[in-house]
């Protein structure tokens, strides 16, 4: 068995944003891509700038540690798709390194729900950005090593 002392994950008396695993792989992803680390190893939740993987990755860790629901993550599963309009074949995540405002996002989706008339999924995406605003900000990960 192999122990890692070079990592170490935080979890407030608060729900914490996501499980240890996950919070490793989001500080050695933001150290890799040069994301909203801090110079300091620490990982924050920013919904404003993140990349489709990311909000995906937050949202599996959110689910692994039993503070989201399968039915409550299906808004987020949503904000991660991605069709290309020209081949109409779906964007791998992994490979598209865009940063998307997903509080933007939520909102306008919010906003056309409205307008179709659909009270469900309006109300499912008021909660999605409820959640992606009680998170933000808060820590994800600590990498000691950094």
């Known amino acids: 068995m192999r122990i890692d002392a070079g990592s170490y994950f935080y979890r407030s008396s608060q729900a914490s944003a996501a499980t240890a695993p ?3 792989a989001d500080t050695a992803e933001t150290a890799k891509s040069g994301g909203n680390a801090e110079s300091s190893g620490v990982t924050k939740a920013d919904f404003t700038g993140m990349t489709r993987q990311q909000l995906f990755d937050w949202m599996n860790g959110q689910i692994r540690s039993g503070a989201m629901s399968l039915d409550e993550s299906t808004p987020f ?3 991660t798709l991605k069709i290309d ?6 964007v791998d995540m992994a490979s598209d390194t865009t940063p998307i405002d997903f509080m933007d996002r939520a909102k306008q989706g919010i906003a056309g729900a ?7 999924g309006a109300a499912r995406l008021q909660a999605a950005l409820g959640t992606m605003q009680r998170y933000q900000g808060q820590v994800t990960g600590i990498d000691f090593r950094a």
């Open 22 to 24: 996950q919070a490793f």
């Open 77 to 79: 599963l949503g904000m």
């Open 85 to 90: 309009a020209q081949t109409m074949q779906p």
């Open 114 to 120: 409205l307008s179709r008339g659909d009270q469900d």
